[in-house]
């Protein structure tokens, strides 16, 4: 059974502050991460995907990738704020199992001014 | 803007009637789309896979005969819950492919009393 396995929270940093956020998963053969936002009542919005090893900068975002260790992070710098939300990571397979993500149990964050 | 729709974004029903939840893709063809059901302080599951013109695929625990979809067009999956219970309160959010990465639909919360 495919498993992701994300860091226990709920995480609270100060405004201005970097959040890190960390995520394992079980399958070897996962091809695809991605993190997801999501804001209570609402459905999840994607903020990074990374497929290779090494990292990934979007913005405020870094998305990072080690998939000998099976371990992919989300580290957010000078966080606000609007960045409290539960974040998901998700893992998608290669082929016809793309698609088909295996999430995790999301990490609480919370951002105070 | 939205790349995916859901109607109705909220649904309150009897025991034992049947709710109808669509998924439209806004921007693009999708031959396949993802079903995932989120309960109350819970990560996303997967439900299940449609497949435009064929059927759908299940994920291992989900009853094929109560939750039924169809992908009738490229642009438009639907998710039948039938004779819905309690237990089947939840929030339905369905998924679309784009060339490297997934989006979310708005999502669907379903009441059932």
């Known amino acids: 059974q495919k498993e992701v396995e994300q860091n226990s929270g709920p995480l609270s940093v100060p405004e201005g502050a970097i959040a890190s956020l960390n995520c394992t998963y079980s399958d070897r053969g996962s091809q695809s991460f991605f993190w997801y936002r999501q804001y209570s009542g609402k459905s999840p919005e994607l903020i990074m995907f990374?497929?290779?090893?090494g990292d990934k900068e979007d913005g405020r975002f870094t998305a990072q990738l080690n998939k000998a260790s099976q371990y992919v992070s989300l580290l957010i710098r000078d966080s606000q704020p609007s960045d409290s939300a539960t974040y998901l990571c998700a893992v998608g397979g290669e082929g016809t199992s793309y698609g088909k993500l295996t999430f995790g149990q999301g990490t609480i964050l919370t951002v105070h001014p | 803007g939205a790349v995916v729709s859901q109607h109705p974004s909220r649904v309150i029903c009897k025991s034992g009637t049947s709710v109808k939840i669509e998924c439209r893709s806004l921007?693009?063809?999708?031959?396949?789309m993802f079903w995932y059901r989120q309960f109350p302080k819970k990560s996303l599951m997967l439900m299940a896979t449609?497949?435009?013109?064929?059927?759908?695929?299940?994920e291992q625990g989900v009853e094929k005969d109560k939750f039924l979809i169809n992908h009738a067009s490229l642009t438009l999956s639907t998710l039948t819950v039938t004779s819905a219970h309690p237990e089947d309160s939840s929030f339905y959010i369905c998924s679309v492919t784009s060339v490297d990465t997934q989006y979310f639909g708005p999502g669907t919360r379903l009441t059932v009393l």
């Open positions: 921007d693009f063809q999708a031959t396949t």
């Open positions: 449609s497949n435009e013109g064929s059927k759908a695929t299940y």
């Open positions: 990374i497929y290779s090893n």
